[in-house]
Nanobody, 121 residues
Framework: VQLQASGGGLVQPGGALRLSCATAGSTFNSYAAGWFRQAPGNEREFVATISWAGGVPYYADSVKGRFIISRDKVKNTVYLQMNNLKPEDTAVYYC???????????????WGKGTQVTVSS
């Protein structure tokens, strides 16, 4: 499964961005998917995950209420809508896929290349 993340950029505090994670193959639809992020000097941390069926999503406490993960099985794409962005959300964001919903990088089987998100005025 080859994952391609896009949608990052520079945004002011309080702004919004939508990240996309796409793949050419439909096998992506049989995997749980999600997002991690890594800021300079920090470890990669969990952001959000959603099951292969697009069921109940799970979020890190730091983004709960601001970020929304969803998936479109027709387009083989997972999205991360990021609202009310804060400077501490600045990081490289990575999409990921695994056999079940995950909270740890150890449970991820496939990684996409990261996309940079910078929140600054």
């Amino acid at each position: 499964v080859q994952l391609q993340a896009s949608g990052g950029g520079l945004v002011q505090p309080g702004g919004a961005l939508r990240l996309s994670c796409a793949t050419a193959g439909s096998t992506f639809n049989s995997y749980a998917a999600g997002w991690f992020r890594q800021a300079p000097g920090n470890e990669r941390e969990f952001v959000a995950t959603i099951s292969w069926a697009g069921g109940v999503p799970y979020y890190a406490d730091s983004v709960k209420g601001r970020f929304i993960i969803s998936r479109d099985k027709v387009k083989n794409t997972v999205y991360l809508q990021m609202n009310n962005l804060k400077p501490e959300d600045t990081a490289v964001y990575y999409c990921a896929a695994g056999p079940r919903v995950f909270y740890s990088a150890y449970d991820v089987d496939y990684w996409g290349k990261g996309t940079q998100v910078t929140v600054s005025s």
